[in-house]
């Protein structure tokens, strides 16, 4: 019998738009005749659990587990109860006339979120305004509830994520099956009534989860939990970026109690092998960078050599099916950029598989996903786009790259023009001089509205030492050569690289208020460096002057790491100094203040002149007019 398969996304990813795993195995799988059907968990329960009826529940839920925890909300149920439809099935359409009637006085409770709103946000003139304030008037009212719910019923509840505090760097096993023995919340029952609702629709024998990131783990065990207690014909397998990442060193059996099969890497060959296995077409010895159990011992089978499914012989990703008018577009406003995540429609594709660049010391480039880059062509990208158009009605585009090749961008860019197809993108990229003036207008004209990319430290030394590949000047040219285009350019920013002391740390900043002064940046981002595993300096550490101290790997999840910098700053005392003055650089003020104003300790001065960056982009023009 051929096996049907059920692709599922697990709770929670983006509330706004599909993640593209499941269309992308569904779109091969079909063309290799197999039967397949995906499910999107996430937004499936996201939804059911924003209405008026499962809020009723809650609130019951609550009551009877004696938790008072915002207990203003509890005073004004029937308030959020009477209004929670109206405003999800806003966020879902957003129409002028909900919106006027979201931000009539009294309409919407007063609760802790909305008495806070930030009044002083200046909104567009017009409908687009109107519905935007009203989108964020709505997001808060959400987030109240879901403050709520994760106070009093359920504390794994968070909206593009859940249980993520177990699933991040789970070295052990221990935490996850302590949890799985737990009488399922409020929120897992109802996630396990509609993935039953599924099962009985669609009749599959083998059920695969897409584990993209920590927060999709635990709800996926939970589902495929209650698969092995209620159905326990049905396979499951299990897949996705977060296996790919921290499962590769997997020896604990007991994850086996509710998953037959972990799959690494990309999918479709995997995923081939195993129906051919389930039908009866080939021994298990067959399959490939798939882990099994045998005799109660962890076996990764991988028979070599692969089948290669070379990126450009893909067909398109398959996204018929998901249901397109229950995403919800969240509006909280403060970065530009992370609107892009939260607000409107995207179809995700990736124009090339992997990373033309694959050097940074910082980076997974040892995985497949980053260090096997393979290209495909304009044509085919852009008859894939056409598709995914008509399956999808929607024109918006997010390019998921690791870094988008110039060479790719500009042939695309040109062919969408060529087609006249009228579409909406953005993508991730590094800022590499290829992006001069004439290729940032050729990408604006084919529609490109924002880029990404790695400003990470903004410390030349720190660049050399992480095999970046651009400096501070280049950094500053291609980002205006962007912004001269309204393209709008979010830069990631990265501070505690191994020997980064507090001078490095302190002038990063001021690259960072220069770069926002000068228009050259809209948007940027601060993470806290982490050493990972499997990136060259979680392999070779001493060469980066730091010692790995932790954690022990216990059989189960391995990728990030604890190291000592004998030689760095104390780090996390800068977190909210420089979040606090990248708030203000986002809404376009503090750029006079001194840096010493967002540190409540005494710092260092800038060594960096104060006219740094105008003085490369002066330079830039010159050369220009050589």
Same mark, same amino acid.
């Given at each position: 019998?051929?096996?049907?398969?059920?692709?599922?996304?697990?709770?929670?990813?983006?509330?706004?738009?599909?993640?593209?795993?499941?269309?992308?195995?569904?779109?091969?799988?079909?063309?290799?005749?197999?039967?397949?059907?995906?499910?999107?968990?996430?937004?499936?329960?996201?939804?059911?659990?924003?209405?008026?009826?499962?809020?009723?529940?809650?609130?019951?839920?609550?009551?009877?587990?004696?938790?008072?925890?915002?207990?203003?909300?509890?005073?004004?149920?029937?308030?959020?109860?009477?209004?929670?439809?109206?405003?999800?099935?806003?966020?879902?359409?957003?129409?002028?006339?909900?919106?006027?009637?979201?931000?009539?006085?009294?309409?919407?409770?007063?609760?802790?979120?909305?008495?806070?709103?930030?009044?002083?946000?200046?909104?567009?003139?017009?409908?687009?305004?109107?519905?935007?304030?009203?989108?964020?008037?709505?997001?808060?009212?959400?987030?109240?509830?879901?403050?709520?719910?994760?106070?009093?019923?359920?504390?794994?509840?968070?909206?593009?994520?859940?249980?993520?505090?177990?699933?991040?760097?789970?070295?052990?096993?221990?935490?996850?099956?302590?949890?799985?023995?737990?009488?399922?919340?409020?929120?897992?029952?109802?996630?396990?009534?509609?993935?039953?609702?599924?099962?009985?629709?669609?009749?599959?024998?083998?059920?695969?989860?897409?584990?993209?990131?920590?927060?999709?783990?635990?709800?996926?065990?939970?589902?495929?939990?209650?698969?092995?207690?209620?159905?326990?014909?049905?396979?499951?397998?299990?897949?996705?970026?977060?296996?790919?990442?921290?499962?590769?060193?997997?020896?604990?059996?007991?994850?086996?109690?509710?998953?037959?099969?972990?799959?690494?890497?990309?999918?479709?060959?995997?995923?081939?092998?195993?129906?051919?296995?389930?039908?009866?077409?080939?021994?298990?010895?067959?399959?490939?960078?798939?882990?099994?159990?045998?005799?109660?011992?962890?076996?990764?089978?991988?028979?070599?050599?692969?089948?290669?499914?070379?990126?450009?012989?893909?067909?398109?990703?398959?996204?018929?099916?998901?249901?397109?008018?229950?995403?919800?577009?969240?509006?909280?406003?403060?970065?530009?950029?992370?609107?892009? *995540? #939260?607000?409107? $429609?995207?179809? %995700?594709?990736?124009?090339?598989?992997? @990373?033309?660049?694959?050097?940074? +010391?910082? =980076?997974?480039?040892?995985?497949?996903?980053?260090?096997?880059?393979?290209?495909?062509?304009?044509?085919?990208?852009?008859?894939?786009?056409?598709?995914?158009?008509?399956?999808?009605?929607?024109?918006?585009?997010?390019?998921?790259?690791?870094?988008?090749?110039?060479?790719?961008?500009?042939?695309?860019?040109?062919?969408?023009?060529?087609?006249?197809?009228?579409?909406?993108? *953005? #993508?991730?990229? $590094?800022?590499? %001089?290829?992006?001069?003036?004439?290729? @940032?207008?050729?990408?604006?004209? +084919?529609? =490109?509205?924002?880029?990404?990319?790695?400003?990470?430290?903004?410390?030349?030394?720190?660049?050399?030492?992480?095999?970046?590949?651009?400096?501070?000047?280049?950094?500053?040219?291609?980002?205006?050569?962007?912004?001269?285009?309204?393209?709008?350019?979010?830069?990631?920013?990265?501070?505690?690289?191994?020997?980064?002391?507090?001078?490095?740390?302190?002038?990063?900043?001021?690259?960072?208020?220069?770069?926002?002064? %000068?228009?050259?940046?809209?948007?940027?981002?601060?993470?806290?460096?982490?050493?990972?595993?499997?990136?060259?300096?979680?392999?070779?550490?001493?060469?980066?002057?730091?010692?790995?101290?932790?954690?022990?790997?216990?059989?189960?999840?391995?990728?990030?790491?604890?190291?000592?910098?004998?030689?760095?700053?104390?780090?996390?005392?800068?977190?909210?100094?420089?979040?606090?003055?990248?708030?203000?650089?986002?809404?376009?003020?503090?750029?006079?203040?001194?840096?010493?104003?967002?540190?409540?300790?005494?710092?260092?001065?800038?060594?960096?002149?104060?006219?740094?960056?105008?003085?490369?982009?002066?330079?830039?023009?010159?050369?220009?007019?050589?």
């Amino acid at each position: 019998m051929q096996p049907k398969l059920l692709l599922v996304t697990p709770p929670f990813t983006q509330l706004n738009t599909a993640y593209p795993a499941t269309a992308y195995l569904k779109g091969f799988l079909e063309k290799h005749e197999v039967s397949v059907e995906h499910c999107d968990l996430s937004i499936e329960l996201f939804t059911a659990i924003f209405t008026s009826d499962f809020l009723r529940s809650i609130f019951q839920e609550a009551e009877d587990l004696e938790n008072y925890h915002y207990p203003e909300l509890s005073k004004m149920k029937e308030h959020y109860i009477s209004r929670v439809d109206v405003v999800l099935n806003f966020l879902q359409k957003q129409d002028i006339e909900t919106a006027y009637k979201i931000l009539e006085a009294g309409f919407l409770p007063s609760g802790h979120r909305l008495m806070k709103v930030n009044t002083e946000i200046k909104w567009e003139v017009g409908a687009i305004g109107i519905i935007d304030k009203a989108k964020h008037f709505g997001t808060l009212f959400i987030e109240e509830i879901g403050d709520f719910i994760h106070a009093n019923v359920d504390e794994f509840f968070a909206f593009t994520k859940y249980a993520e505090q177990i699933g991040t760097s789970a070295s052990s096993f221990n935490q996850l099956d302590d949890f799985l023995q737990y009488q399922p919340t409020l929120i897992e029952d109802e996630m396990m009534n509609i993935l039953e609702d599924q099962i009985k629709t669609h009749d599959p024998n083998l059920i695969c989860f897409t584990i993209p990131f920590p927060g999709n783990l635990f709800a996926a065990l939970r589902c495929s939990q209650f698969i092995k207690q209620f159905f326990p014909d049905i396979h499951v397998a299990f897949g996705g970026g977060y296996c790919n990442t921290e499962l590769r060193s997997l020896e604990d059996s007991r994850i086996f109690q509710f998953v037959d099969f972990i799959s690494l890497d990309d999918g479709e060959g995997p995923l081939l092998k195993l129906v051919n296995y389930l039908e009866g077409k080939s021994d298990i010895n067959e399959l490939e960078r798939t882990f099994v159990l045998e005799k109660n011992q962890v076996i990764y089978k991988n028979k070599i050599p692969n089948t290669i499914y070379h990126h450009k012989n893909l067909p398109a990703p398959n996204y018929s099916g998901l249901p397109f008018d229950k995403y919800v577009s969240f509006l909280d406003v403060v970065n530009p950029m992370h609107r892009m *995540w #939260t607000d409107a $429609r995207w179809n %995700k594709l990736t124009i090339s598989h992997g @990373c033309y660049w694959k050097q940074c +010391s910082f =980076c997974d480039v040892n995985l497949d996903y980053i260090g096997n880059y393979q290209n495909t062509t304009a044509i085919d990208l852009v008859d894939k786009i056409e598709k995914i158009i008509k399956d999808t009605g929607i024109t918006g585009f997010h390019f998921v790259d690791e870094a988008a090749p110039p060479k790719m961008l500009r042939a695309l860019s040109m062919k969408l023009i060529e087609r006249n197809l009228n579409i909406t993108w *953005w #993508t991730n990229i $590094r800022f590499e %001089k290829t992006f001069d003036a004439e290729l @940032c207008q050729l990408m604006a004209k +084919s529609g =490109c509205i924002a880029v990404t990319g790695g400003l990470e430290v903004a410390s030349d030394r720190l660049l050399v030492k992480m095999k970046k590949g651009v400096d501070i000047a280049q950094v500053t040219r291609v980002t205006h050569n962007f912004s001269e285009q309204n393209i709008m350019v979010h830069a990631y920013l990265m501070y505690g690289f191994p020997t980064q002391n507090e001078q490095e740390t302190i002038d990063s900043l001021e690259v960072v208020r220069q770069l926002f002064e %000068k228009n050259c940046i809209q948007s940027a981002f601060w993470h806290q460096f982490t050493t990972t595993i499997h990136s060259p300096i979680g392999q070779n550490p001493e060469q980066f002057g730091i010692k790995i101290t932790g954690p022990v790997f216990e059989g189960f999840a391995q990728n990030d790491l604890y190291h000592q910098d004998p030689e760095g700053t104390d780090h996390p005392k800068y977190t909210k100094g420089l979040n606090l003055a990248l708030n203000n650089y986002l809404n376009k003020t503090g750029f006079k203040e001194d840096l010493q104003t967002w540190f409540d300790f005494p710092i260092l001065k800038t060594s960096h002149p104060e006219d740094l960056i105008k003085s490369f982009l002066l330079k830039s023009s010159t050369l220009k007019h050589v």
